[in-house]
């Protein structure tokens, strides 16, 4: 009951004002308020009584689907996290809590983007949860959302975490393996982990691959530049994903200071354009 959702999930709905869309989200009328919450985080505009709406909402009960899920809640938890503001910290972490795995997976995103460490007590708590006696537990395999939970360890750079973060590179699931090295490169700069998601790479899965692509242009590893170049996806990922590389590697104070590497990336990028 996966409601991802991208530009296209809203292609022809009606442009809002900042009034229309405070309006809506304050309204009855589901729809609308779904897509307020969207719009809001779509385009980062911060308005203090739109976080306000919006922490509101990660406890609303209307919008609820059959199966228990709330989609209201998930993309207020999502566009807080845009918005960046600290305010949202408290709530999305209760929010860590809910009975709906999408929300609690969109609140450790956003907790991932806000770099809050009040977070990290119950972030890794949560990933604990997977494991028993210092191992992936195969029943609690899909109880949580690891990936999430365990990029946003990652981001919020807690070397105590890396001890429980280890174990889950032998997760059933890959997205969680690719979690898990992405973490761990971010906790302990260890080559050896990038190396784990430029082989995984190589894999048959293209939603897989994609993903690495996003994981290994949020570390920015530099050796990844000609693997990522040369993989089975499409060109606009490869782009954003060397743009990563690019960013980590160049000093703003030094722009002129170009090593041979950084232009390598920039003949990768020529390449794909």
Not at 29 to 35: H, K, N, S
Not at 94 to 102: H, I, P, R, W
Not at 116 to 133: F, H, M, W, Y
Not at 190 to 209: H, I, M, P, T, Y
């Amino acid at each position: 009951e996966s409601t991802m959702l991208d530009d296209s999930d809203f292609q022809f709905a009606q442009p809002l004002t900042l009034e229309q869309a405070l309006a809506n989200l304050k309204g009855n009328d589901l729809g609308l308020r779904f897509y307020a919450a969207w719009w809001f985080g779509k385009f980062q505009v911060n308005h203090p009584e739109a976080i306000e709406l919006l922490i509101s909402a990660l406890e609303d009960t209307d919008d609820q689907t059959p199966e228990g899920g709330f989609p209201l809640r998930r993309n207020a938890a999502r566009a807080l996290g845009k918005l960046g503001d600290q305010q949202a910290v408290p709530p999305l972490i209760q929010a860590l809590d809910c009975s709906d795995f999408y929300v609690r997976e969109a609140a450790a995103n956003s907790l991932e983007l806000l770099r809050n460490p009040t977070a990290i007590p119950r972030l890794l708590e949560l990933v604990k949860s997977g494991l028993a006696d210092g191992q992936v537990d195969p029943l609690m395999a899909n109880s949580q959302p690891f990936d999430a939970l365990i990029e946003a360890l990652g981001a919020l750079q807690d070397t105590h975490t890396v001890p429980y973060i280890l174990p889950f590179l032998d997760h059933p699931l890959e997205r969680v393996q690719y979690a898990a090295a992405r973490a761990l490169y971010l906790l302990t700069g260890e080559d050896r982990f990038g190396f784990l998601l430029v082989e995984a790479l190589k894999g048959n899965n293209l939603q897989l691959r994609r993903t690495v692509l996003s994981d290994l242009g949020a570390i920015g590893f530099l050796p990844a530049a000609q693997p990522i170049a040369q993989t089975l996806a499409e060109n606009s990922l490869k782009l954003v994903a060397l743009k990563g590389i690019l960013e980590a590697q160049i000093d703003p104070g030094h722009l002129g200071d170009l090593s041979p590497q950084i232009g390598e990336v920039l003949a990768l990028m020529d390449s794909l354009l």
